[in-house]
């Protein structure tokens, strides 16, 4: 495989659509990527071009991991207490960090999958750090919506409970999704 990568794609965690709904309702006004991409947590971000039938290549070696390794499936709880930045120089990003247990487990899937491509290490970013971003926004105003949205979860009682079985290859004509079983 070539080390043709890209920021346009990536192999991450999407967010089932039955599970969407506030978390979109953010994203629909916050980030500027709602259309480009799905909710998602990136495993490897940039990941390989789908250039002759790299993405096929990449799926059987993730579904030959997921044979040996026997990956079980768990879940991701998200709740207010989840809300978090990330600083940039110009501006923030919004984000849910996943509760300790589903960060530990989301870490070590990572490190499995970066190892089966290492020439994808991202060189910025080589501590990996679980989060699924709601939005960009301004530096001086972050830390307000924060609040905000932290509040109105709380308030609510609004909860993302996501079960993590898959991972995915995207973009793809369809998204290419890999099961811990091994099967596509």
């Not at 070696?61 to 207010?80: G, N």
């Not at 110009?90 to 290492?118: G, H, M, S, V, W």
Request: aromatic fraction near 12%; proline fraction near 7%.
């Amino acid at each position: 495989m070539s080390s043709n990568d890209s920021p346009k794609s990536a192999l991450c965690l999407i967010l089932p659509s039955e599970v969407a709904t506030e978390i979109q309702a953010i994203r629909a006004l916050h980030d500027k990527q709602f259309f480009r991409w799905p909710p998602h947590i990136n495993l490897i971000h940039p990941f390989y071009l789908d250039t002759d039938k790299v993405f096929d290549e990449c799926a059987e070696k993730i579904a030959q991991l997921f044979t040996t390794k026997r990956f079980q499936p768990f879940t991701i709880h998200l709740d207010y207490s989840c809300f978090d930045i990330f600083e940039h120089i110009r501006c923030c990003t919004l984000l849910l960090k996943p509760k300790q247990d589903a960060e530990k487990q989301l870490i070590e899937l990572q490190k499995e999958l970066q190892n089966l491509f290492p020439d994808l290490l991202n060189k910025r970013f080589p501590v990996y750090q679980p989060h699924l971003s709601l939005g960009q926004f301004d530096s001086t105003r972050v830390k307000e919506f924060v609040q905000q949205f932290a509040t109105e979860w709380e308030s609510k009682a609004i909860t993302v409970d996501w079960t993590i079985d898959r991972v995915s290859l995207f973009p793809a004509p369809i998204s290419t999704s890999i099961l811990f079983s091994g099967s596509q």
